[in-house]
């Protein structure tokens, strides 16, 4: 909470903790000068999209698109924060401009992590990435993926199903450092059935070839394709606060509210959160920690977070959604299906009484499946 009069709001970041953090200051009466400050040309759409139904080739184009923005900010879009002076309260703009404010929420999100400078090694974090890389896939390219988790499987499913030849590499078992390996052994067994080919090394680095980017894993194999692409994690954008005195260790940690100091809050992926201070680089995620740190930067005793991390993904033929601390480890009690049939819906149980509960194929609704969680819903 400000000490000072909240006359102008600035958010710094266009995506979903954005535009969720503009929603919630209007239902929370802000009715002042708010400012949105988007590194990207486009209005916030739905990123979970762009792996799932924008790569399919039958896919559904406008299947991210958002409904438009009600809250009436000023949006600055396709252009980015540079620096922030705390004492000063003004935020430094790309074109030279400085931006002042009474209150900051600061969700300037992260950026796909990249394991090599070539221009062959493609990511898949915006929107203009997914475009590019559905129009790869028109031509039915040899692809090479490289990563096992959540995005790196999508990408391989929307692939294999637009007809291509597809190799996924992995440092583990992929989606078992996710989803435990008994969810993992489903989905990978029907991704094999599919064609996908899985190389699982301990080690992979990605070179320079001309104008094309290779793996090179382990056992010193090389794996060429004509389209490579790096799905292995995110990188938080918070260069731009490297002088504001925010940043501890050089992460950006806000408590349970969000709250980072004295009229500033933050939400989604560029931030850890809470006791843990782990950061939850998750779309459900994002839309909860930006309704809270909205509140919080208004209303001194708005509630503090009180979120069951979940998830969905799509990939080979499967829907599978997780509620609760993951990954899972053991085996499962199974509640509906059996064995590695689907449908299913599976609960584990772990320390402390918390649970986690994984469905695949399994039409629930997630309000039961958040119940499902709780020992008292026995």
């Not at 299947?63 to 540079?82: C, D, I």
């Not at 680089?281 to 509140?295: G, N, R, V």
């Not at 001194?300 to 993951?326: I, M």
């Amino acid at each position: 909470m400000s000490t000072r009069a909240l006359e102008r709001i600035v958010v710094v970041g266009g995506g979903i903790a954005g535009l969720t953090a503009c929603d919630t200051l209007r239902e929370r009466g802000f009715d002042g000068d708010l400012v949105v400050i988007g590194s990207e040309p486009h209005a916030a759409y739905s990123r979970p999209a762009l792996s799932k139904a924008l790569l399919r080739l039958d896919g559904d184009l406008a299947a991210h698109e958002l409904s438009p923005a009600t809250h009436g900010a000023r949006e600055l879009r396709g252009m980015s924060a540079t620096g922030l002076d705390i004492e000063g309260r003004t935020i430094a703009l790309d074109d030279g401009e400085d931006l002042p404010y009474d209150g900051l929420v600061i969700a300037s999100g992260s950026r796909a992590r990249r394991l090599s400078d070539s221009s062959g090694e493609l990511t898949l974090r915006g929107l203009d990435d997914a475009r590019i890389l559905r129009e790869r896939l028109e031509a039915r390219p040899d692809i090479v993926v490289l990563g096992g988790g959540v995005l790196g499987m999508e990408i391989a499913s929307g692939a294999v199903a637009a007809g291509c030849r597809v190799t996924l590499i992995a440092t583990s078992e992929p989606m078992s450092r996710q989803l435990g390996a008994h969810v993992a052994g489903v989905l990978t067994a029907s991704a094999r059935a599919q064609g996908l080919r899985i190389v699982v090394t301990s080690s992979a680095a990605v070179e320079a070839d001309g104008a094309r980017a290779v793996v090179r894993t382990a056992d010193g194999s090389r794996h060429t394709a004509d389209v490579l692409v790096s799905a292995v994690g995110d990188l938080p954008n918070t260069e731009w606060l490297t002088s504001s005195g925010l940043l501890r260790d050089g992460r950006l940690l806000a408590d349970a509210h969000g709250r980072i100091g004295d009229g500033v809050v933050a939400a989604g992926d560029v931030t850890a959160w809470g006791p843990d201070a782990a950061r939850t680089p998750l779309w459900t995620s994002a839309i909860e920690q930006a309704k809270t740190a909205a509140s919080a930067l208004l209303d001194p005793d708005a509630p503090a977070l009180r979120f069951q991390n979940y998830f969905w993904t799509e990939q080979f033929g499967h829907s599978v959604k997780a509620v609760g601390p993951l990954p899972v480890h053991g085996s499962p009690e199974v509640l509906v299906g059996g064995g590695d049939a689907a449908p299913a819906l599976l609960r584990w149980h772990g320390a402390d009484g918390i649970r986690s509960v994984i469905s695949i194929d399994h039409r629930i609704p997630i309000p039961r499946l958040r119940r499902l969680t709780d020992a008292a819903s026995d």
